[in-house]
């Protein structure tokens, strides 16, 4: 059974940061993309960054210059440092990755269970 967990979210005032790590377990053949994505009520899930595994890395306008993913392969684990948070940079962030389960045909798509991020004074 493969999952994904991430950690690390909470309440920061503007201008903090936070730092989501997010880890795949289970019986795992190998790992493509791996990313995050946030959603706030009312609205659609949207990108916020995504990385290969070479460590080619794709952002979200919004956040541009202010966040940085990475990923360790080794581990199975993606990160996003977030830096000069704003408020609209509330939401539920979702860890995403492409991930081929061992003794299986294809890869397909998995989400981490969501972690909540609050900027506010």
């Known amino acids: 059974q493969v999952q994904l967990v991430e950690s690390g979210g909470g309440l920061v005032q503007p201008g903090g940061s936070l730092r989501l790590s997010c880890g795949a377990s289970g019986s795992i053949a190998s790992i493509n993309s791996m990313g995050w994505y946030r959603q706030v009520p009312g609205k659609e899930r949207e990108l916020v960054a995504d990385i290969t595994r070479e460590g080619g890395a794709n952002y979200g306008d919004s956040v541009k210059d202010r966040f940085t993913i990475s990923r360790d392969n080794a581990k199975n684990m993606v990160y996003l440092q977030m830096n000069t948070l704003k408020p609209e940079d509330t939401a539920v962030y979702y860890c995403?990755?492409?991930?081929?389960?061992?003794?299986?045909?294809?890869?397909?798509?998995?989400w981490g269970q969501g972690t909540q991020v609050t900027v506010s004074s």
């Open positions: 995403h990755a492409h991930i081929w389960p061992s003794g299986t045909l294809y890869a397909r798509d998995y």
